[in-house]
């Protein structure tokens, strides 16, 4: 078995023990608190960097759920420009375009202004890795006095587990909904149980090389 289901299906393991050996109340916690960050998050930032992780492609398109995190991008860069804007995502099949490419192509096509300076990320593939490389291109950022601020855009069910990540790697960032509002339907439901149950072994090692390498691309109209 390859590492990356291996080790996913032993944290899936981990977290039924943790719900079984509770009665249920571990997860029903984590459940609560998920849904409390998806229902209550705001769909507005004023921070200088922007990062949007990746989704998994469709037919190597952006699919729904993505677009709504890059649309959620282009409106925030309307109202005010960033100093920069970081996509990031891996190319999950050979020969196929990967995340972030997808993202910039689909920004592209809303209108973003060629100002705008956005970064490519293609490597990452999990959410450790998007905030990893984030706080890596933070570091490289021109000191002018300033301590810039990072926004993570997101589904509303993935940002709890945003929040949980990034507070493991001691980041202080903003959590941004991508969609306008919660709404409770039985997929965004089982989404968040599935999230609630991953934050539940996010002590786990996650499977990947971190060390991202970025690509600075400025998208043409």
Same mark, same amino acid.
């Given at each position: 078995?390859?590492?990356?289901?291996?080790?996913?299906?032993?944290?899936?393991?981990?977290?039924?023990?943790?719900?079984?050996?509770?009665?249920?109340?571990?997860?029903?916690?984590?459940?609560?608190?998920?849904?409390?960050?998806?229902?209550?998050?705001?769909?507005?930032?004023?921070?200088?960097?922007?990062?949007?992780?990746?989704?998994?492609?469709?037919?190597?398109?952006?699919?729904?759920?993505?677009?709504?995190?890059?649309?959620? !991008?282009?409106?925030?860069?309307?109202?005010?420009?960033?100093?920069?804007?970081?996509?990031?995502?891996?190319?999950?099949?050979?020969?196929?375009?990967?995340?972030?490419?997808?993202?910039?192509?689909?920004? !592209?096509?809303?209108?973003?202004?060629?100002?705008?300076?956005?970064?490519?990320?293609?490597?990452?593939?999990? !959410?450790?890795?998007?905030?990893?490389?984030?706080?890596?291109?933070?570091?490289?950022?021109?000191?002018?006095?300033?301590?810039?601020?990072?926004?993570?855009?997101?589904?509303?069910?993935?940002?709890?587990?945003?929040?949980?990540?990034?507070?493991?790697?001691?980041?202080?960032?903003?959590?941004?909904?991508?969609?306008?509002?919660?709404?409770?339907?039985?997929?965004?439901?089982?989404?968040?149980?599935?999230?609630?149950?991953?934050?539940?072994?996010?002590?786990?090692?996650?499977?990947?090389?971190?060390?991202?390498?970025?690509?600075?691309?400025?998208?043409?109209?």
């Amino acid at each position: 078995m390859d590492a990356r289901p291996a080790q996913l299906l032993r944290r899936g393991l981990r977290a039924l023990w943790l719900t079984v050996s509770s009665g249920g109340a571990a997860l029903w916690r984590q459940l609560r608190e998920t849904r409390r960050i998806a229902r209550d998050a705001s769909v507005w930032s004023d921070a200088d960097v922007l990062l949007v992780p990746g989704h998994r492609l469709r037919g190597g398109e952006v699919g729904r759920r993505f677009a709504h995190r890059v649309d959620r !991008t282009w409106r925030l860069c309307r109202k005010q420009p960033r100093d920069l804007v970081l996509l990031s995502g891996y190319a999950g099949e050979t020969g196929s375009p990967t995340e972030a490419q997808a993202a910039l192509g689909y920004l !592209t096509d809303l209108g973003l202004s060629p100002s705008q300076r956005i970064v490519l990320d293609n490597h990452a593939a999990t !959410t450790r890795q998007n905030l990893e490389a984030a706080r890596e291109r933070l570091a490289m950022l021109p000191s002018d006095g300033r301590v810039r601020r990072l926004a993570v855009i997101s589904n509303r069910y993935h940002l709890a587990r945003i929040g949980a990540i990034a507070q493991r790697l001691d980041m202080d960032v903003e959590l941004v909904a991508a969609e306008r509002r919660w709404r409770a339907s039985p997929r965004a439901c089982l989404a968040l149980l599935l999230e609630s149950a991953a934050i539940m072994t996010l002590d786990s090692v996650e499977p990947g090389d971190t060390n991202a390498q970025l690509q600075p691309i400025t998208p043409n109209p």
